[in-house]
């Protein structure tokens, strides 16, 4: 299985910047695609941006121009630069990767305990 740990989150002003780190831990072949999502209280869990192993990255509308997402393959980790917060950021974020096992089966990983990323206005 694959373990993902968050962290980075914490308490800023809106117009202030962020940066998450994802580290993924485990048995297997590669790592595919990896993501970030976030759940404000009270909402779904939503997809925020992802990232191939080539590095092709996508990003949901409402961070487009402010979030960066990147990776580390080597270190099988993923960040998310997180710049000109507003308080509508304000959620849990949580990662999640495809992983391809030695089994040559694809799965995604479990959900971490993810990181609360707070913004005052």
């Known amino acids: 299985q694959v373990q993902l740990v968050e962290s980075g989150g914490g308490l800023v002003q809106a117009g202030g910047s962020l940066r998450l780190s994802c580290a993924a831990s485990?048995?297997?072949?590669?790592?595919?695609?990896m993501g970030w999502y976030r759940q404000a209280p009270g909402k779904q869990r939503d997809l925020v941006a992802t990232i191939t192993n080539r590095h092709m990255a996508n990003y949901a509308d409402s961070v487009k121009g402010r979030f960066t997402i990147s990776r580390d393959n080597a270190k099988n980790t993923v960040y998310l630069q997180m710049n000109s917060l507003k308080p509508e950021d304000t959620a849990v974020y949580y990662c999640?990767?495809?992983?391809?096992?030695?089994?040559?089966?694809?799965?995604?990983?479990?959900w971490g305990q993810g990181t609360q990323v707070t913004v005052s206005s």
């Open positions: 999640n990767a495809e992983v391809t096992y030695y089994s040559n089966i694809r799965a995604f990983g479990s």
């Open positions: 485990g048995s297997f072949g590669s790592i595919n695609a």
